[in-house]
């Protein structure tokens, strides 16, 4: 689930909603988004709006910080949370061993209303936690994106995208998980045969440094953009005009921008996690020799992109889906009503 969309449909419908941004991203500049850099930053921030309906939402590793937050967030919050995980590595890292820790992790979610998952794996992960079935949900993260045609791209992105004869894209953290330098080894062998393409990698992350010396050695220069983070606009703009969506990651919760892909009609690749969606050309995690024999089978002419509409997606809805398990929001049109 995009927050951003999440946010815009709560103002839309009349409702005041304030983002606290705990990611590494501290860029993010808006009235209605605070970046606290402490701790008690962020403590103060969500006491001063205790009032208001707490939406908690995480991904990657629940670190003890993550935890504790939830906790106190449970505590100070009188009309309780609702929290979305979008962690496809909580089932495979499994319960903690450590009983303290499994203790603190059940004593944080059980503050929460409702646990809203994107798929059954970590919907399992937390009723094996001990968490009230009754309160856990399984809600696709996907709402369909407009149209893609009316998107103007940044200059950088139109520069390099025009130069070359066919586009590949991925979208995701410079982070182990997502295995940027298999994607990079296996384009700089696809490359051979098209030496016309480019890949537009999208995401930040701590791996940034090593990527760009890989890019360096492998003689990808000039080949491969490393844009950094875009805004969701850019980044449906690049995606739209893709010959090719490549999702490389070792594991998923799910992932949304492979589902606007497919949603846009572009040839999409990606890792066989097990919760990949209908539509997707899957290949081992890790396997290089697989991915080159995927993006070697990309179709020389994409065909006329159907780009779905909010009426015949099968996703549509899912925003009033996540909603409909928070605390004090069964009217969303009520313009009283506050989220953070």
Sequence with gaps: MHLAGLQNYLERKGHSCFVVNLGKNKKLRSSKVTSPTTSIGVARHLWKRRDHVCHLHFGGNLHARILLLALFAGVIFPGGCATTIHSGGLPVWGIPADPLRRMLMRMSFSRSRAIICVNRRIAGFFGDLGIRRDRIHVVSPFAAPDGAGRRQLAPFLELFM????????????????????LLLSAFRRYAAFNPGAGLVVIGSGSLRSMIEDRIITAGLSGKVLLTGDLDHAQTLGVLSSSDCYIRASRYDGDCISLREAIHFGIHSIATDTGLRPEGAVL???GNEDELLERMLAIPDSPGIR???SDGDNPHFGRIESILSNFPHVETPQAPHNEAL
């Design 162 to 181: 025009k130069k070359k004869t066919r586009i590949l894209c991925s979208i995701g953290l410079l982070e182990e998980e997502y295995d940027i330098p």
């Design 283 to 285: 290949f081992q995690p």
């Design 306 to 308: 159907r780009i779905g």
